[in-house]
């Protein structure tokens, strides 16, 4: 908030990518490790089912999971589902994936769906310590004001080392507003049609 006014709230995570399985079923998502105190200063869940984010306590592996990702793996809260990490143990007898298994504290809907179908959150020490980080690999920043986020990203790019990646909501959801933008103008270019005719 020093750096800029605007910035609301500052949270780390840790991020990775994993496979998910029950039963069955295997599902790809993103995994955050949050810290389930300040969590809040920088997300707006809109209903939380079955608990708390406070549930996640570090040490008892348990996991929050997206209302859609929940039913396309058809588990809810308290059943157990095996996080499978990317990169996997090298022993004697080759590769192989490092499997751990999580509790469901919680089903949250965020209200869009690319995020409630693929996010899972755990805690962030248990993130750390199941991607073998040594801490935080991002933060998070909540703004005042959404429209203003390319350009506090830009002031926050001058602060940050040139290795460090600052993206905004506008840069990882390109795709969809591309395509709103080709829509808005498709509409426009009909009803003028239908005007002129």
């Known amino acids: 908030t020093k750096l800029d006014p605007r910035i609301q709230g500052i949270a780390p995570y840790v991020q990775g990518q994993s496979m998910l399985s029950h039963g069955d079923s ?18 707006d869940f809109k209903k939380v089912i079955g608990g708390r984010l406070t549930d996640l306590e570090a040490g008892q592996f348990r996991v929050v999971l997206g209302l859609e990702l929940a039913r396309a793996l058809n588990v809810s809260v308290g059943d157990k589902i095996t996080v499978i990490a990317p990169a996997g143990q090298i022993t004697p007898a080759g590769v192989i994936p490092r499997l751990k298994a999580f509790t ?4 949250v809907e965020t209200g869009h769906f690319e995020y ?12 750390a310590r199941f991607y073998r980080t040594p801490g935080p690999t991002g933060l998070r920043v909540k703004l005042s004001k959404m429209d203003e986020a390319p350009s506090v990203a830009r ?3 001058s ?28 509409m426009f270019i009909i009803l003028t049609l239908i005007i002129a005719v």
């Open 26 to 43: 295997l599902h790809p998502a993103l995994v955050r490790g949050i810290d389930p105190l300040i969590e809040g200063e920088v997300s």
């Open 104 to 107: 469901i504290a919680a089903v």
């Open 116 to 127: 409630d179908s693929g996010l899972v959150l755990m805690n962030i020490e248990d993130a």
């Open 155 to 157: 002031v926050l790019e």
């Open 159 to 186: 602060f940050v080392p040139q290795d460090v990646w600052v993206r905004d909501w506008s840069v990882q959801n390109r795709t969809w507003f591309a395509a709103v933008k080709t829509e808005k103008r498709m």
